[in-house]
């Protein structure tokens, strides 16, 4: 790649691209420049930025023979995987930041990065500002890893700490997280706890070497979150947080979920807060180290790409270490442990089929069991508990 100066073929002018845009300005000796510009609707745009040049047709910007390296930054997950693919095939590298394309398609795309001898670099994927996969890549590499867990979404970790710190109710909370661009456009995907699945199959394929397809993993967000569920953890103690959890069991099986938990004061993440998020890896020998940075927003997302075109011009690109290994821990969802479950009938208690029950309370609408649930369960009837509106959070013993 020509190390003197990055031409970018830009796909995306939404929060993050523009993001880059300014940042480009700011720190104008980075040598890189958009050459090209790639949305889906023109408008205003060149008026508002002339100094860009913008264009609705794809080809365009990967024929255009200054455009060294593409930047792919849309919120269509297919039309991105489309970009990513033609990009590779012409051994233009790319930096991207969708997400939901890389859980989706990470397997395949490891393989044509390989067969094309082209980097593809998403660091801004996961956790927008902290370098969590190069981290996990280049200095975790030769550890026993054990888990990484954390909050992996801003926009819900944002509403819950004004719900929690600031008394905010949920309309409130959510209409701010809007109005500060923390949300995806469709925010189900920050609610329930989609955003955090994707993040977190990213991850663990850089933590443990392997790939788990997001429709196997239990995945439940905060959308049925009542102030009930509030005063319960409050009189405990503790805060709701929505934490991507990955770990390694003793046996050698590896576990994951998204659920939102009831943390407790002694935990690192109890005191991350607004958009920020947060992830704690844990190995055998070091223990546990905790990652915090923005998760959310232009800005810090911006940086984070800026930051891969930067490493794509020292040819720096995931070597997928622990892929190669030959000891890779096996998925389950086998497995129990405590949960706090707020329902309404008798009936959607034998559905979830609790192992025990330590704590149960009923008191006029407001019905909720403390006790043990098999996960493998939840994720077969994780539709079921969201018709029924029911609330779920683990609930650890520390
Ligand atoms: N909506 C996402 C979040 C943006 O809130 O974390 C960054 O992925």
Known sequence: MNKHKIKIGLFGFGNVGRGLHELLQNVPETNVEIAAVCVRNIGTRPADYPELKFTTSAKEVFDDPEVNLIVELIDDAEAAYDIVVTALRRQLPVVTGNKKMLARHLPELILLQKEMNTALLYDASACGSIPVIRNLEEYYDNELQISVKGILNGSSNFILSKIFNDGMDHQEALRLAREKGFLESDPTLDLDGWDSLFKLVILTLHAFGVYVEPE?????????????????????????????????????????AVIPQL?????????????????????????????????????????????????????YFYRYKRMKSGDLPH????????????????????????????????????????????????????????????????????
């Open 263 to 315: 943390i407790s004061k002694n935990k690192f993440i109890y005191s991350c807060e607004d958009e920020f998020n947060g992830v704690v890896i844990k190995g055998l020998f070091y223990g546990k180290q905790f990652l915090v940075g923005r998760g959310a927003g232009g800005h810090p997302t911006s940086s984070a790409v800026l930051s891969d075109i930067s490493a794509i011009r020292y040819d």
């Open 216 to 256: 196997k993993i239990f995945t439940y967000g905060i959308t049925y979150m009542t102030d009930a569920d509030i005063r319960f953890a409050l009189e405990k103690g503790r805060r709701v947080k929505l934490i991507g959890h990955a770990e390694k069991t003793r046996d050698g099986r590896l576990v994951l």
């Open 331 to 398: 998925f389950t969802n086998d497995i129990s442990f405590r949960a706090y479950v707020r329902y309404h009938d008798d009936s959607e208690l034998d559905m979830i089929g609790f192992e025990d029950i330590s704590e149960r309370y009923i008191s006029g609408d407001t019905r909720y069991v403390v006790g043990r649930v098999n996960l493998r369960r939840l994720h077969e009837i994780r539709s079921y508990l969201a018709e029924r509106k029911i609330f779920i959070a683990a609930y650890p013993e520390d």
